[in-house]
Structure formats: structure tokens, C-alpha cells
């Protein structure tokens, strides 16, 4: 992987560096998108979830044990929950696209604190519904189409309770190469022998 690429390219010290780089990416990654799922589940109000710790938790177990089922189960739940988030995004788009206009993009002021902000970009692009109604959001989708088509409709559920999927198998995948990477380090002597 990364850590066996770099070796050659850079020498021992580089495959190591980027090697365990890599790993630390892949062991923060899932946190960070466990706590979005979490903000997603807590938007749909699904098993009147208030808190996300429970969720961070049971992703985690179901997930991990999924991987230690095999590889191969592993892959296609996540080519099934792939497939159903692009779903999601492509409604997303379609339903986004009569509701765009560049002049969103210009609502707010610039955060002058930020490098490179301007009033085109003053945060991050948001052209659908507003920079202004994502800025805060933990589920910028939904929060875009609330502020196009109002809150609680039936494509903002749709793709809110789908677009949870996109989530998910970014989370399988994770895990997955966060796992092939410790076994590459350690397949290369970077880790101990007891990690493979």
C-alpha cells in the first residue's frame, strides 16, 4: 500500500513516515464520520436518538464485525450502500438544480478572519440553498434543500435517510483500508508481526 509505494520511491524512513501517516489518517477518518452520521441520524429523528454516542458505538460494532465476517461481505455491502447513495446525490442534483443561483453565493459577508475568503467563497460553495443556511450544519444537503424547498419535504427526507447510505460506505471502506494498511506496515516489518 502507501507505506511499500513510498519505501521504494523514498527510502526506508519515507515508507515509514508515510506509512504511518497514512494510518493515522485512516484510524481518524471513521471518527470523524461516525459523528456525521450521528448529526444525520439525529436529523431524522430515527429511534429518538438526542445523542450521538450510541450511535458512534453501535456503527463501530456492526461494522468492525461485518469486516471480520470477511472481505468479500464486507465489499458488497459496501457496493450496496454505494449504489443507494448515488442515488441519493442524483436526486439531490435534480431537485437542486431549478433552486440554483450564483446570487447565494454572495449572501453572507466574508469572514474576513479566514485566508482567502472572498464574497464569492465567503466560507465554503453552497450555491443551492445559501451559504448561509449550511454554514453551522452537520447535514448540509438536507439543510440546502430545507432552505430551497422548506423544511420536512419529501425529497429532503428522501435524501437525508439515503444520503445516510454515502455515509456508511465511506465508514466500510474506512474501516476496510485502515485495516489493509496496518497489515501492510506490519507485512513490511514498519509494525510488530503480531499485527498481520
Request: some cysteine.
Amino acid at each position: 500500500m502507501a507505506g511499500t509505494a513510498s519505501r521504494r520511491a523514498l527510502g526506508p524512513w519515507g515508507g515509514f513516515l508515510t506509512g504511518t501517516a497514512v494510518l493515522i489518517e485512516y484510524a481518524m477518518a471513521p471518527a470523524a464520520i461516525v459523528v456525521i452520521i450521528g448529526g444525520y441520524i439525529e436529523s431524522l429523528d430515527l429511534f429518538g436518538i438526542t445523542s450521538g454516542w450510541p450511535v458512534y458505538l453501535g456503527f463501530y460494532a456492526v461494522f468492525v464485525g461485518v469486516h471480520l465476517l470477511g472481505v468479500g461481505e464486507a465489499l458488497k455491502v459496501t457496493f450496496v450502500i454505494t449504489a443507494i447513495a448515488v442515488i441519493a446525490l442524483l436526486v439531490f442534483v435534480v431537485t437542486m438544480i431549478p433552486e440554483f443561483s450564483t446570487s447565494n453565493l454572495t449572501e453572507i459577508k466574508p469572514d474576513t478572519a479566514r485566508a482567502g475568503a472572498s464574497e464569492l467563497l465567503p466560507f465554503r460553495l453552497a450555491g443551492g440553498g445559501g451559504a448561509d443556511a449550511i454554514k453551522d450544519s452537520d447535514n448540509p444537503l438536507l439543510a440546502a434543500i430545507d432552505a430551497a424547498k422548506g423544511k420536512g419535504s419529501a425529497v429532503g427526507s428522501f435524501v437525508n435517510s439515503v444520503g445516510l447510505a454515502g455515509l456508511v460506505a465511506s465508514f466500510l471502506s474506512i474501516i476496510f483500508a485502515y485495516s489493509r494498511q496496518l497489515f501492510a506496515l506490519s507485512r513490511s516489518g514498519y509494525l510488530p508481526a503480531r499485527c498481520r
